[in-house]
């Protein structure tokens, strides 16, 4: 698409691309209320049969175990009913998990890092250069 650029037009094409970029904002705020609106009931939903789709399937009269000492023999017990492969699907899921949940914190304190930065970039009202803007195709 060419632009024509003439002397007094530039301030009215300023406006326009202003109010263009106001009406994609008040339809990105339109959208977020509605996903606030309506995902956490989806997500209430959903997630429930997810993790029971994921849950492993246990041999009659095992139940997972609860929280505290392990019972070897019934470790030994448990890694004969689910097979050698499961089990250790089952055990490196776990490690993954503990290992994801250990870096939560790290992540927080970066994405707050980011977000303040991010922040601080806003506040000092600096020329983006246009490389780094958005192209709009509609």
């Known amino acids: 698409m060419a632009s024509n650029h003439h002397p007094g037009s530039e301030s009215g094409s300023d406006a326009d691309e202003l109010e263009e970029l106001e009406c994609e904002v008040q339809e990105m705020a339109e959208k977020i209320r ?3 609106a309506t ?10 049969s997810i993790i029971a789709a994921q849950r492993p399937v246990f041999a009659d009269g095992l139940e997972p175990g609860t929280s505290g000492a392990p019972n070897l023999g019934q470790i030994a017990s448990d890694k004969d009913a689910l097979g050698d492969q499961t089990f250790q699907k089952i055990h490196l ?11 939560v914190p790290i992540v927080m ?20 250069h246009p490389v780094f803007k958005r192209k709009w195709t509609s």
């Open 109 to 128: 304190k970066r994405l707050k890092e980011c977000t303040s930065n991010i922040d601080k970039l806003d506040s000092q009202n600096t020329l983006i």
């Open 34 to 36: 509605e996903y606030r």
């Open 39 to 48: 995902l956490p009931e989806k997500l209430k939903n959903t997630l429930p």
């Open 93 to 103: 899921l776990k490690d993954k998990m503990s290992r994801n949940v250990a870096a």
